[in-house]
């Protein structure tokens, strides 16, 4: 199985809801909650030959990437500075993957960045009817398919998308209705990210 180095970053406390259920308040604070999911679900792409996966993560043993989870002022704040868009989003996705990059022995493999609004994020599944919990994690397996260069510029691949987060979080047993995505993607990463 591959390795994961994941930098998280929690949400602030401000954006933990008293009423978030003990996974969900987990969830929102703690790296582990997420690492074991992350990998299963990029060893699961990476093996089914019928995805877009590049081959340079196909082949690597290790990667890492990242997931921020803010608040609507700074997730509006990045939109604005990489898409020239002021507004608020639910995920942003910043791929560092380039299709040619070359991989050493041993190397980590840089994925990219994956930020997503909590504010946006609570909003939509009390729209969706659904706990917050399942909407970050809708929100995280977008921003990673992304970063793995899956896109969605019409209907057809929007919906092969949709169809494959919803296999990656019934990987974890939790399959709900679809929804709609707010998504937004920006193709570059930085080093203040």
């Given at each position: 199985m591959i390795t994961l180095d994941l930098a998280f970053s929690p949400a602030a406390a401000d954006l933990i809801d008293a009423a978030d259920d003990e996974g969900t308040r987990s969830r929102l604070q703690h790296a582990r909650d997420w690492e074991c999911e992350l990998k299963a679900w990029i060893e699961a792409l990476r093996l089914e030959r019928g995805n877009p996966?590049?081959?340079v993560v196909r082949g690597c043993d290790s990667v890492s990437l990242g997931v921020s989870l803010l608040d609507d002022a700074s997730i509006a704040e990045l939109n604005k500075r990489w898409r020239?868009?002021?507004?608020s989003t639910d995920v942003l996705s910043f791929a560092a993957l380039e299709s040619?990059?070359?991989m050493g022995a041993g190397?980590?493999?840089e994925l990219g960045d994956i930020v997503v609004s909590v504010p946006t994020a609570r909003r939509q599944a009390l729209e969706q009817e659904h706990g917050l919990e399942r909407e970050l994690r809708w929100l995280v397996s977008h921003g990673?398919?992304?970063l793995l260069g899956w896109d969605h510029p019409d209907e057809d691949s929007l919906a092969a998308m949709l169809q494959k987060q919803e296999h990656l979080l019934g990987m974890g047993g939790n399959v709900n209705s679809l929804g709609e995505i707010n998504c937004e993607s920006a193709d570059e990463v930085t080093a203040e990210l």
């Open positions: 996966c590049p081959e020239q868009k002021p507004t040619e990059m070359p190397q980590e493999l990673l398919l992304h």
